[in-house]
C-alpha cells in the first residue's frame, strides 16, 4: 500500500551528504586559462612536518604535490575514506581519544557536530588570523562556518554546492514540454505546469517525484533550520503551500516511492522511469553518470522548480584542536580555499570569491549533459542561495520534520495545521538541548 510505504520510508530521511566525492561528469573547458587566485603567499616553514589529513573524498588529491613543491619541509599525508558515515565515525572517534590527524577535509551533514565542545580550532585567533579573509566570502558562507555561539570561525568552505533540478531533455521534448534548459527552468516555476509534466508521463511508467518530502525537503534548505536563537524556521506560510502541493501530487499517485540514493532509484533512472531529479546539488551529474553512463547527452541541468534557490552543502576544511602542528596545518588549509593550484571544481562553486567565475570553469562543458554550459547557472544560484549554519539539533530535527511531513502528506491533514503541529513537536523534543546550548 502506497501510504505505508511512504511512512516506512519517511524514517530513513534522505539527507543528502554527498560532496565532491560523488563521480563527476567530464568537462572539457574551451579555453587552456588556469588562473590562480592572486593571494599572499604564507612564509616557508623553518621545521620539517608531516601533516594528517582526514579526507571523506579525493578533492584534495590536486593539491597535495604542487603543495609540496611550494614547501618541501611539509609533507601531506591523505587518508581517504570509503564512505562519508565512515569517514564520519572514525573522526569522531579519533577526536574523543585524542588520536585525530592534523586536518579535517569533510562533507557539511556532518558540520552540525563539530560546532561545539571545541573539536575544531578557532581559525580567527593567533597563529592563523583567518579574519583577514572575511572580504573574500560572502557573508552567508562566512558565517555558516562559525561555532553554534557564532564566537569562533572554526573551518573554511573549499566547495559549495546550490541545489539544481537535472532532467531528461528527450522525454520532456517527447511529451511536448519546453526541453532547453533555460526555458524549462522558468517554465517548472509554476506547480501546475510541474504536476502537468507528473500526469502525462505517469501513463508511461514515468515519474519525477521520489517521495513526499521532495518539495519540502527542497523549500526547507532554502531558509535552513534553526535561527541565530535556535527556533524552528519552518513554520510559515510558504511550507503550508507545499505541502498543499506535495498532497494534491501524493492523492495522483505521482511518487516514485524510491529515492536516488537506494537501489530502486538508481535502477529507476537506469531503467528510464525516474526522469528528474532535483534533490542533488550541482555535483550530480556525476553520479546520474554512474548510475546510468548510457543515457549521456540525454540530461541537461536547470534551476530547481518553484523558483526556490536553496542550498544542498559545501565542502570544509578544518584544522583539529588537538594537532601538534598547527602552523603548518594552516598553511595547508590556507593553500586548498584560496585554490591557489588553480583548483578543480568538481562542478561546484568556490567558496573563495577571488577563485569565482574563471574562464576555465565559466566556458567548461558537460558531454554527459549535452555538452551544455552549466557553471554561469550554478554561479548564479549560489549567489542567490543563502548558506545557512548548521547546529547539533539539525539531524533530530530534519528526521522528525522529514517524517511528520510523509505522515501528514498520506492522512491529508490540513497543511497550516500540519506544519504548526511538526514546528510545536520539534521546538518541545529539543528544549533541554536548546537551553544547555544557549547557556553553555
Sequence with gaps: MKGLNVICFSLLLCVLMISSSCGQAPNQPLSNTNPKAQTAVPSESSLNAEIKVW???????????????????????????????????????????????????????????????????????????????????????????????????????????????????????????????????????????????????????????????????????????????????????????ILDITKEAHRAGFELEASVWEPAGEKAIEDNKLVMVFNMGSWGSGSIQNFAPEQSGKWRVTKPPLGICAWQSDTKIAINSQSNNKKSAWKFVEYVFTQQSGGINYDMVNGYKPSRRNNRQMEARNSFLGEQVTQPLYEDLADKMIQYKLTPLDNTATEIFAKDISDATVRNIDSKTAIRDIADKIEKTLEEERKDLIEN
Design 55 to 241: 579526507a571523506a573524498n579525493t578533492g584534495l588529491d590536486s593539491f597535495k604535490q604542487d603543495f609540496e613543491s611550494m614547501y618541501p619541509k611539509i609533507k601531506i599525508n591523505i587518508t581517504k575514506f570509503d564512505s562519508l558515515d565512515k569517514f564520519n565515525n572514525e573522526c569522531l572517534s579519533a577526536l574523543s581519544s585524542g588520536t585525530g590527524p592534523d586536518v579535517l577535509f569533510f562533507d557539511s551533514s556532518f558540520f552540525g557536530q563539530y560546532t561545539v565542545n571545541g573539536i575544531l580550532e578557532d581559525l580567527l585567533k593567533d597563529p592563523y588570523l583567518a579574519g583577514r579573509y572575511e572580504k573574500d566570502f560572502s557573508e552567508d558562507v562566512w558565517e555558516s562556518n562559525k561555532s553554534a555561539d557564532g564566537k569562533s570561525l572554526l573551518a573554511m568552505t573549499y566547495l559549495t554546492s546550490p541545489y539544481v533540478t537535472f532532467y531528461r531533455e528527450d522525454i520532456m521534448k517527447e511529451n511536448g514540454f519546453p526541453s532547453e534548459p533555460e526555458e524549462f527552468g522558468k517554465f517548472i516555476e509554476k506547480p501546475e505546469n510541474l504536476l502537468a509534466i507528473a500526469k502525462k508521463i505517469k501513463p508511461k511508467g514515468e515519474y519525477i517525484f521520489q517521495w513526499p518530502t521532495d518539495l519540502p525537503n527542497l523549500m526547507g534548505s532554502s531558509v535552513g533550520i534553526f535561527d541565530k536563537n535556535l527556533r524552528f524556521m519552518r513554520n510559515t506560510n510558504e511550507f503550508a503551500k
